[in-house]
């Protein structure tokens, strides 16, 4: 058991103190925000829990885990969030595929996605002026909470019962004493 911590520990320290990862203008970290302006932007962005934030271009894909993506600018690929929230300004692009899971889609006017806007276990919410290429997929949490919820009563309902009757057997079996 000590060792195992030991060894979390180790890698957690290991990954905290990671050196930024860069390649041809690729932009890539751990625990540190990512922030993109005119003056400095990029191929492609990766981020592990951390944001993502685009005030000017992104040339490659934005793929963010554990974190948000705000984007007021141009995103010439895929954007992709992984347990985030990905929130587009007014009169902001996407070439490619948006996709979000576990987490909401924010897209505000004129906003537009080159290819498919896709939502799993998330919910949507874009203004009437949203142009997306391709198709829109949202999936609701709902989808599988309630399945989760019904079954979870269910359970609660036995339990319950099976405790009742036990209760009542006891009582049964176990006379109080006259007074």
């Known amino acids: 058991m000590a060792r195992t911590f030991a060894v979390c520990l180790l890698a957690t320290a290991l990954a905290a103190a990671a050196a930024p990862a860069h390649a ?3 932009a890539v970290q751990f625990f540190r925000n990512i922030d993109v302006t005119p003056d400095t932007p990029v191929q492609d962005a990766v981020c592990f829990f951390c944001n993502v934030r685009v005030e000017g271009e992104v040339a490659g894909d934005i793929v963010v885990f554990f974190g948000d993506v705000r984007l007021n600018g141009e995103a010439r690929q895929d954007v ?3 347990f985030g929230h990905v929130s587009a300004a007014d009169n902001s692009s996407i ?3 948006l996709v979000s899971l576990f987490g909401s ?3 505000g006017e004129n906003v537009t996605v080159g290819d498919d806007l896709v939502a799993i276990f998330g919910v949507v919410h874009s203004a009437a002026a949203v142009r997306i290429g391709g198709d829109r997929v949202v999936l609701s949490p709902w ?3 309630c399945p989760i919820l019904a079954v ?3 359970i609660i309902v036995v339990v319950y019962e ?3 009757r036990r209760r009542r057997l006891f009582a049964q079996t176990y006379a109080l004493p006259p007074h």
């Open 24 to 26: 041809d203008q690729d």
């Open 80 to 82: 992709v969030a992984f």
């Open 95 to 97: 070439g490619g595929d």
């Open 105 to 107: 889609i924010h897209l």
């Open 143 to 145: 989808i599988v909470l």
């Open 152 to 154: 979870l009563l269910v």
């Open 162 to 164: 099976i405790r009742a």
